[in-house]
């Protein structure tokens, strides 16, 4: 049974993204530590953007031996890597650029190719390759998983009431979300998300409250609240929440 998640109520976006800063750098230097690298999965959007702002200036791009980590994207819309709707082109320009990052330490989704089902067997034998494992057998542990989650409850490209939601085997699979602009996407399955050692939801904002108290406190039904499958076998979820997004939690 998956350890019950600690959720933490913030005053605001901008105190999530410093939370979620400041835990970035001490899983880092952690994983460092213990393992000699740091494997994370970045996630796209406004929290995750402030964030990668502030590991890129003093003090905490000082704190980081930025050599020995490798990253990771937990999902990816399938456009182009320098369109304004792509996670890497937001994380290249707000964090991975400025620390002038080796590129075999970015392991970019290749959603941007035309056969999305050979990208996402590429990328799975990418993360694989990176840990040393087979790519048909048990996804590794990244350190760390950054999701976010949004106001119909999905998570990654993990959309309700989507056949990805059911993928048990394959660690990243393409799926189609026709209700967003952006309708074509590749996201970390289930498979591999709940392997992590830690993972981090950012949540904020008042429109997200009525999801979150679901989520976190209603029936389980993931093929309505898709963040209810993020249950990490032996790592840590930890929910960073802002006063908004808590309103209607029992405990806020």
């Not at 996402?120 to 040393?132: H, N, P, S, V, W």
Request: glycine fraction near 6%; proline fraction near 8%.
């Amino acid at each position: 049974m998956s350890p019950a998640p600690t959720v933490r109520t913030l005053p605001d976006g901008e105190a999530i993204a410093q939370e979620a800063a400041r835990e970035f750098v001490t899983i880092a230097k952690d994983a460092i530590a213990a393992r000699g690298r740091f494997t994370v999965a970045l996630a796209g959007g406004s929290t995750p953007k402030r964030m990668y702002e502030l590991l890129a200036d003093p003090p905490l791009r000082d704190q980081v031996d930025w050599a020995k980590i490798d990253f990771f994207f937990g999902d990816e819309r399938c456009v182009a890597q320098d369109h304004p709707e792509s996670n890497y082109g937001l994380a290249d320009k707000t964090l991975l650029s400025k620390l002038k990052v080796s590129p075999d330490r970015i392991h970019r989704v290749p959603a941007d190719r035309a056969d999305r089902e050979a990208a996402a067997r590429d990328y799975q034998a990418e993360i694989a390759k990176t840990f040393g494992v087979d790519p048909d057998g048990e996804p590794p542990a990244l350190d760390l998983i950054f999701l976010g989650m949004g106001p119909d409850g999905h998570t990654a490209s993990l959309f309700p009431h989507t056949p990805v939601l059911g993928e048990t085997r394959r660690w990243v699979a393409p799926t189609h979300v026709a209700k967003m602009p952006t309708k074509d996407r590749l996201t970390m399955t289930t498979a591999i998300l709940n392997r992590a050692r830690e993972v981090r939801f950012a949540a904020g904002g008042a429109d997200k409250a009525a999801a979150l108290k679901q989520v976190l406190e209603g029936a389980r039904n993931p093929e309505e609240f898709p963040s209810q499958l993020i249950q990490p076998s032996t790592g840590r979820l930890v929910w960073l929440v802002d006063r908004a997004a808590a309103q209607q939690l029992s405990n806020k």
